[in-house]
């Protein structure tokens, strides 16, 4: 008896082979092409880059000295960054007692309290408050003042007395540094 392979069984097995082979690459050009054909949807849906930029800033906090203020914009809207006096902390830490409208301690609208970091629109219309930007406070309370409707803002933007019925919202903030902070 001679051992050869019976020659239509190898050619039965060629043609299963070729046959898986075909299938598997038809089946992975499909699955590229339609990958490649959904992505644009897919990315599509990721936000523009003009509103990525606005989602976050970074405040250079050196050369802001102490009893003075800047005004940033972040997503359309002015943000307060002041650097408060010992005498602001000071009063502040007092104004904790007082009869408040929006009652909020003053530590818990600061992560460092020599820094008050706020949104500077008034939560009554929308107007923007005036005051501690040259140093020299607004208002009865030393710290902004909406001439608008008269809303007056303590020196932790806490609402004390007027119209507005809510303290001057506090962004999200972190310090990335002692001399840099970035606002979103």
Same mark, same amino acid.
């Given at each position: ?36 054909? $959904? ?19 970074? $405040?250079?906090? #050196? ?56 949104? #500077?629109?008034?939560?009554?219309? #929308? ?21 608008? &409707?008269?809303? &007056? ?32």
């Amino acid at each position: 008896m001679s051992d050869t392979a019976d020659p239509a069984a190898s050619a039965e097995i060629d043609e299963q082979t070729r046959r898986d082979f075909l299938f598997t690459t038809t089946a992975a050009v499909g699955a590229v092409g339609l990958a490649t054909a $959904v992505w644009p949807f897919i990315d599509q849906m990721n936000p523009a880059a003009d509103t990525l930029a606005l989602a976050s800033t970074e $405040v250079d906090l #050196g050369p802001i000295e102490e009893g003075q203020s800047i005004t940033v914009v972040w997503r359309g809207k002015p943000v307060f960054v002041r650097h408060r006096t010992a005498d602001e902390i000071k009063s502040a830490g007092e104004d904790d007692k007082a009869e408040l409208p929006d009652p909020e301690t003053d530590a818990a609208r600061v992560q460092q309290p020599k820094w008050l970091v706020m949104i #500077g629109i008034c939560t009554h219309l #929308g107007c923007i408050p005036l005051g501690n930007k040259s140093g020299e406070p607004k208002g009865e309370f030393g710290g902004w003042f909406c001439p608008c &409707h008269g809303s &007056h803002y303590d020196t932790s933007g806490r609402i004390r007395k007027g119209p507005a019925p809510n303290n001057l919202p506090i962004p999200a903030y972190n310090f990335l540094s002692d001399t840099k902070m970035k606002i979103g």
